[in-house]
């Protein structure tokens, strides 16, 4: 199976800050990388695909980056509505696996 | 973004089996493009995806779990339909329908549905 490690476990920012998660995979999975967020209580949502494609209807202020083991989700002038759990999860090979999170909160 | 939604019985009795459906709406069910797994999320723990399974039949399962589980298609009811037998407790998470293409992944999430396994 493919590990997927994101760093930090948790994370606090200011409104306004720019953070980044990093992602890094045990193998090379090339951009097979979704990023996915989740808000408490509530079922997740795909933000990227292919490591740096957004979704449809996904702002602007949410980038990701890097291909092979190496990945980074980052998001622009935070936002109330921001503050979630973030996962990396890989699609390269089966099974599909998930990063652990990454709780980002308000400081 | 499309409309799924999970239903079945909170509370599963250990040893048992696990049976949850997955209502998609449209007829997409059968798009050859398409593929549609099962992921589950214990309480308060991340996500751990269960298998997928394309409308020609073409399945994938979780090693972990790959014993226990079937995942099928009803394309008359448009619904995905999962089976976990012989369950414990460990099993007790949130279930979550979703689909999946390429190039993009799992790109649609219904809300997910909370089994209990107990006595």
Redesign the interface.
């Known amino acids: 199976d493919i590990q997927m490690t994101q760093s930090p476990s948790s994370l606090s920012a200011s409104i306004g800050d720019r953070v980044t998660i990093t992602c890094r995979a045990s193998q090379d999975i090339n951009n097979y990388l979704v990023w996915i967020q989740q808000k408490p209580g509530k079922a997740p949502k795909s933000l990227i695909y292919a490591a740096s494609s957004l979704h449809s209807g996904v702002p602007s202020k949410f980038s990701g980056s890097g291909s092979g083991t190496d990945f980074t989700l980052t998001i622009s002038s935070l936002q109330p509505e921001d503050y979630a759990t973030y996962y990396c999860q890989q699609y390269k090979s089966y099974p599909i696996t998930f990063g652990q999170g990454t709780r980002l909160e308000i400081k | 973004?499309v409309q799924l939604q999970e239903s079945g019985p909170g509370l599963v009795k250990p040893s048992q089996t696990l049976s949850l459906t997955c209502n998609v709406p449209g007829g997409s069910i059968s798009s050859s493009s398409l593929y549609w797994?099962w992921i589950r999320q214990p309480a308060g723990k991340?996500?751990?995806?269960i298998g997928?399974l394309y409308a020609s039949g073409e399945t994938?399962?979780?090693?972990?779990l790959k014993s226990r589980v079937t995942i099928s298609l009803d394309t008359s009811k448009n619904q995905l339909s999962l089976n976990l037998n012989s369950v414990t407790a460990a099993d007790t998470a949130v279930y979550?329908c979703v689909r999946?293409q390429q190039?993009?992944?799992?790109?649609?999430?219904?809300?997910?549905t909370l089994v209990t396994v107990s006595s």
Do not use: A, K, V
């Not at chain 2, 991340?46 to 995806?49: A, T």
């Open positions: 973004q797994s991340g996500l751990e995806w997928r994938n399962y979780n090693p972990s979550f999946g190039p993009t992944g799992l790109d649609s999430w219904g809300p997910g």
